[in-house]
């Protein structure tokens, strides 16, 4: 009987899906299944690499569909500035999904709210707290959590990765929720790490489409019938969803009432409310809006950062003339008496290269955040229905040969190089150029749901990095002989690239570092 049922729905959408898109002239893209449409050509491992691919068949806009849920991906920065930046009053939304929204209980966090006065309100408040002026208010906390990493990382390099989410996850409950973490093993750091591999590796996984958000009746399935294992999993996720959001700020509310609360995001914001300047915005919908802004804070910001931190890891590994050129520059502007300081920035500009190149060759969300289209629209002929998912393809904007001749190398210094001659370009049309070729340009996204972590997330690499070339040395992990032992990096993380744990040699770089590193007081 369910299988009839299913057949019938199947046809009657696929009817309905053909007779509303009869005659239209869609972007191209592999050739669809009936009923099916593209299912089986999508992949959760590397998913950008495939539509990449792709690409090379069917051009800047490719067009899928699965069960008649349309899929468009930019394979150029052109393609996705025209769409989800010059035509952001219709490319801003974010789907609602059942499995995701409703069933898990994640709809209110930044990234999946709904375009409208929700999400604008929330972004607000986010901008407050993560504009380029107040990121310089975190420099202490940061340089103070960053030298913390290595002094761990050189304890026991086997850890760094532990060490690395101990960190992100840190950082941002100390600025957030003005929460210390202990230990690698806090309660807190422990629930965030849980709760965003389930969300980006279970829940939102393949862009967050489940069969439930294709077919609505199978929410109504009871949780015991065949097939209906999704509302079990629900269950349980949207229980450590709802732990996630609400410990950490119920605990930095009880911490005000005592009056022991640490000075943070959290506490600032609330205590506007308190302080009654806001007044008449004092309601239910305010105590919300942060709370969930925070929590779409800490859980933006861990895996971002563990993934280029690890990206420039790996970067030094892979070429230790890079980290040695670095290293020269640091010793000729800071020298070694001291460590780098966030004053130093403006002199150090191969380190600036080093970091844009870590940015570019990383690529840490390779295929972007869907964008929903919410009314239809014909871009260069070519018809986009309402409803559809946009991803802007990054990972094939910063693999552009054209852009960067030898994409897949990690090369700093293209960024000093001067435009092909060949090109017979103006000064103004040379700095256009210049421009061009930033990866910041493509790496946090497009349009109104643009990354708004760019600016905490320049000011946290870059001091990582600088303390990182300052005062150690790093090595793939050699075997009896001295040979490098040969190690294989996957990415297997849906949304992220983040590499998979590799293991290297850290070490000071002179006894002299070493002394450094210890005689400044940091918490480890
Ligand atoms: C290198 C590090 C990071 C990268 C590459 C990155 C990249 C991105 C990208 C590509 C998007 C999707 C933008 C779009 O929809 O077009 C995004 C969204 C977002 N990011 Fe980041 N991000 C990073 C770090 C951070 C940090 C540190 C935070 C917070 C402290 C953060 C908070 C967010 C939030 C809240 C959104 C959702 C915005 C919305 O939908 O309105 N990100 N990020």
């Known amino acids: 009987m369910s299988t009839l049922l299913l057949a019938f729905v199947l046809a009657a959408s696929y009817y309905l899906y053909s007779k509303r898109n009869a005659g239209k002239h869609f972007p191209p893209g592999p050739k669809p299944f009936p009923i099916l449409g593209n299912i089986?050509?999508?992949?959760?491992?590397?998913l950008w690499v495939r539509i990449t691919n792709w690409s090379r068949l069917y051009g800047d806009i490719m067009y899928i569909h699965v069960f008649g849920q349309g899929l468009v991906?930019?394979?150029?920065?052109?393609?996705?500035?025209?769409?989800?930046?010059?035509?952001?009053?219709?490319?801003?939304?974010?789907?609602?999904?059942?499995?995701?929204?409703?069933?898990?209980?994640?709809?209110?966090?930044?990234a999946m709210t709904r375009y409208g006065d929700k999400s604008r309100r929330q972004r607000r408040l986010m901008t407050q707290a993560l504009s380029a002026n107040a990121c310089k208010n975190y420099r202490p906390l940061l340089a103070n959590e960053s030298l913390t990493l290595i002094r761990r990382m050189v304890s026991d390099p086997s850890k760094y990765l532990a060490y690395l989410r101990w960190y992100a996850g840190g950082l941002t409950l100390q600025s957030i929720y003005g929460y210390r973490a202990d230990s690698p093993e806090d309660p807190f750091l422990m629930l965030g790490m849980d709760c965003v591999d389930i969300l980006s590796n279970k829940i939102a996984s393949g862009g967050g489409i489940w069969p439930v958000d294709l077919f609505p009746f199978l929410r109504h399935l009871p949780s015991w019938a065949p097939g209906a294992g999704f509302l079990r999993?629900?269950?349980?996720?949207?229980?450590?969803?709802?732990?996630?959001?609400?410990?950490?700020?119920?605990?930095?509310?009880?911490?005000?009432?005592?009056?022991?609360?640490?000075?943070?995001f959290v506490t600032t914001l609330l205590e506007d409310i308190r302080d009654g300047k806001e007044a008449s915005e004092f309601d239910a919908q305010r105590d919300f809006d942060i709370r969930w802004t925070a929590n779409s804070m800490y859980s933006a910001s861990m895996d971002t950062t563990i993934t280029v931190v690890s990206h420039f890891m790996?970067?030094?590994?892979?070429?230790?003339?890079?980290?040695?050129?670095?290293?020269?520059?640091?010793?000729?502007?800071?020298?070694?008496?001291?460590?780098?300081?966030?004053?130093?920035?403006?002199s150090l500009p191969y380190l600036e290269c080093v970091m844009?190149?870590?940015?570019?060759?990383?690529?840490?969300v390779p295929m972007g955040l869907p964008h929903r289209l919410m009314e239809d629209d014909v871009y260069n002929g070519q018809f986009i229905p309402a409803g559809t998912l946009v991803f802007a393809n990054i990972w094939n904007m910063l693999r552009n040969e054209e852009l960067y001749p030898n994409a897949d190398a990690f090369i700093p210094e293209r960024y000093l190089e001067k435009p092909p001659k060949h090109l017979?370009?103006?000064?103004?049309?040379?700095?256009e150029w210049a421009k061009e070729r930033n990866p910041r340009n493509y790496v946090f996204g497009f349009g109104r749901r643009v990354c708004p972590g760019s600016h905490l997330i320049e000011e946290s690499l870059w001091i990582v990095m600088a303390t990182m070339i300052a005062t150690l040395d790093l090595d793939?992990?050699?075997?009896?002989?001295?040979?490098?032992?040969?190690?294989?990096?996957?990415?297997?993380?849906?949304?992220?690239?983040?590499?998979?744990?590799?293991?290297?040699?850290?070490?000071?770089?002179?006894?002299?570092?070493?002394?450094?590193?210890?005689?400044v007081e940091s918490s480890l």
């Open 314 to 346: 790996l970067a030094m590994l892979t070429r230790p003339d890079v980290l040695a050129k670095a290293q020269s520059e640091m010793d000729t502007v800071v020298g070694s008496s001291r460590l780098p300081t966030f004053s130093d920035r403006a």
């Open 73 to 110: 991906f930019c394979n150029t920065a052109e393609v996705a500035t025209d769409l989800l930046d010059k035509k952001g009053s219709i490319y801003s939304d974010k789907p609602h999904l059942i499995m995701t929204g409703d069933l898990c209980g994640c709809e209110n966090m930044v």
């Open 40 to 46: 089986f050509d999508l992949t959760t491992h590397e």
């Open 424 to 431: 017979n370009l103006s000064e103004a049309e040379e700095q």
């Open 233 to 264: 999993k629900a269950v349980v996720w949207k229980a450590k969803m709802e732990e996630f959001v609400d410990r950490p700020y119920e605990l930095v509310k009880q911490r005000m009432r005592e009056g022991t609360a640490v000075p943070c």
């Open 476 to 519: 793939w992990t050699r075997d009896e002989r001295g040979k490098v032992i040969k190690q294989k990096i996957t990415f297997d993380n849906a949304v992220f690239r983040t590499p998979s744990p590799f293991e290297c040699d850290i070490r000071p770089r002179s006894e002299q570092a070493l002394r450094l590193l210890n005689s």
């Open 356 to 364: 844009s190149e870590v940015l570019r060759w990383g690529v840490p």
